[in-house]
């Protein structure tokens, strides 16, 4: 189950780093007026910085480190969290697409970690 655990969390942290590159090429490459919103930039390193703490808690995960199984359950949860707000806030069957694959991965990723901590 460590295994499975260890894909869920790159997933996280790759396709969370995908999403900052993704909104920082969007709003740099729109015409128009920005709205009230944060910049671009900032954003993409508030996505980075959560993508690489995702990535160093799997990490310590695949090393074995007792300290990372309640960081990664968290980033779990949070990610359902994620999937709960992303078909509300978005319009259209992409969102939805997106909050389904955002609440198996985390799914997954949860169950994986509770097996891990039972055979332990």
């Not at 894909?7 to 790759?14: P, Q, R, W, Y």
Request: hydrophobic letters at 60%.
């Amino acid at each position: 189950m460590r295994k499975v655990a260890l894909i869920c969390g790159l997933v996280e942290a790759v396709g969370l780093l995908a999403f900052a590159i993704s909104v920082l090429v969007k709003e740099t490459s729109a015409t128009g007026v920005r709205g009230s919103g944060p910049h671009p930039l900032v954003l993409f390193i508030i996505f980075l910085i959560f993508a690489v703490a995702i990535a160093l808690v799997t990490r310590a995960l695949w090393l074995s480190q007792s300290w990372a199984k309640t960081p990664f359950g968290l980033i779990q949860v949070f990610a359902l969290l994620v999937f709960a707000y992303l078909p509300l806030s978005g319009s259209g069957s992409l969102a939805r697409l997106g909050g389904a694959l955002v609440a198996g991965v985390s799914l997954t990723g949860l169950f994986a970690l509770v097996k891990m901590r039972t055979e332990n």
